[in-house]
């Protein structure tokens, strides 16, 4: 099915992310600061910057912070709307809770999960999705190894070492195009990764599409600390109006 350019996204921000105290005792995970911004102010302003038009946020834990940060969305270029969870409702259930609140519920759609920084081109990814005929395009990332990995020559003799290198895996980046057609699919509760992706991977209407770009899964203390370097390394910093700690710290 041809979708043409997708214009509206869903960001999953309900979780509690307890890996990622003590950053998360008083904070829900899309607002710990990276670099001195919220993950979700680096997502706000990358769909902005794509030709996003409409965000909904689901979101549960400490949703005010994130309503008081990103507000109707005016500052970022985007209309923002809300989708409050009463119950933890899964990833699952929150993407369906949460794309029965999109601004245009039967048209295509991107999913973010609410941990993810990255700056690939969400055009390319739209174009991929039309051109490949899935259901549902799921944005797949290079794996890297967390470890150095050891280079041996004959007799086990080591030659070097490569810090954290790419493996020949491919790893999903959290970042999706849906077809509304698959929200009646999707979990009123729990993961979708255990449900409806399996059943439209036995379909065929499951696609990969490999992404070339910086992109960056925070989900602990570590990855924090990681992520921030990164970014100031990469002179990504957001502006100081979407700022909310200093970026140096």
Do not use: C
Not at 28 to 51: C, D, E, F, N, R
Not at 79 to 103: M, N, Q, S, T
Not at 191 to 206: I, N, V, W, Y
């Amino acid at each position: 099915m041809t979708t043409g350019l997708v214009t509206q996204a869903l960001i999953l921000a309900g979780g509690q992310a307890t890996r990622m105290r003590p950053y998360t005792d008083d904070a829900p995970k899309a607002m710990v600061p990276v670099a001195g911004a919220p993950i979700i102010g680096y997502q706000l302003s990358w769909l902005a910057g794509h030709g996003i038009k409409s965000v909904t946020i689901s979101g549960g834990y400490k949703h005010e912070m994130i309503n008081n940060y990103a507000g109707d969305g005016s500052r970022f270029g985007l209309d923002i709307h809300y989708a409050i969870e009463e119950e933890p409702l899964g990833r699952g259930g929150g993407l369906k809770f949460g794309a029965g609140r999109l601004a245009e519920p039967e048209a295509p759609f991107y999913v973010l999960n609410g941990d993810v920084i990255t700056n690939f081109s969400l055009t390319d990814l739209s174009e991929y999705h039309d051109n490949n005929g899935g259901a549902v395009t799921v944005a797949l990332s290079p794996y890297r190894s967390n470890w150095g990995v050891a280079e041996l020559g004959e007799e086990n003799r080591i030659k070097g070492f490569v810090q954290s290198p790419s493996l020949p895996y491919w790893i999903n980046a959290g970042i999706y195009v849906f077809g509304p057609e698959v929200v009646p699919m999707l979990p009123d509760k729990g993961d979708h990764e255990e449900s409806t992706f399996p059943q439209l991977a036995k379909e065929g209407r499951l696609v990969g599409y490999r992404i070339s770009g910086y992109w960056k899964g925070i989900d602990t203390v570590k990855d924090v600390i990681s992520a921030s370097k990164e970014v100031r390394l990469s002179g990504r910093l957001l502006p100081s109006e979407f700022q909310t700690t200093d970026p140096n710290i």
